[in-house]
């Protein structure tokens, strides 16, 4: 993988008011960007917006980069800040929303190069589609 300049690289939206970054991983929009077993990529988001309650079939760690999230992670919920990171095991239900008044950013990084959420109340869905 090259060295990757983050500025350079396009903005998606995710949903409304939430748009996310692909540094490495198949949804990178420069296959050579493409890694063998990882994703990595920002997503930031607006007041009030989150993600909601899914799981993975692989570990993920989410990294809290500017502003507050409430983030749940299992049976357990915090308030988390930047400093912050937690390590979500496969199959562990997590959601999280932003829970300040201006913008949420986190890294997120998957141990696998496809990134599909199963949602707790519907189907799986890849990256391409959420």
């Known amino acids: 993988m090259p060295i990757v300049e983050h500025d350079r690289l396009p903005w998606g939206e995710a ?3 939430v748009r996310w970054r692909f540094v490495a991983g198949q949804a990178s ?5 493409a890694t063998p077993g990882l994703t990595m990529f ?3 988001f607006e007041p ?3 993600v909601p309650p899914h799981s993975h079939t692989c570990e993920e760690i989410l990294t809290i980069l500017e502003g507050e999230a409430d983030l749940r992670l299992g049976g357990e919920s915090r308030r988390v800040s930047p400093g912050f990171s937690a390590h979500v095991p496969p199959g562990t239900v997590h959601a ?3 829970a300040g008044s201006g913008r949420l950013t986190v890294q997120c990084v ?4 496809a990134m599909v959420a199963r949602w707790q109340d519907g189907p799986e869905s890849g990256a391409q589609t959420s």
């Open 15 to 17: 949903r409304p008011g």
């Open 29 to 33: 929009t420069d296959q050579t960007q």
């Open 42 to 44: 920002f997503e930031e």
């Open 48 to 50: 009030g917006t989150g």
């Open 96 to 98: 999280f929303q932003n």
């Open 110 to 113: 998957l141990s696998s190069t």
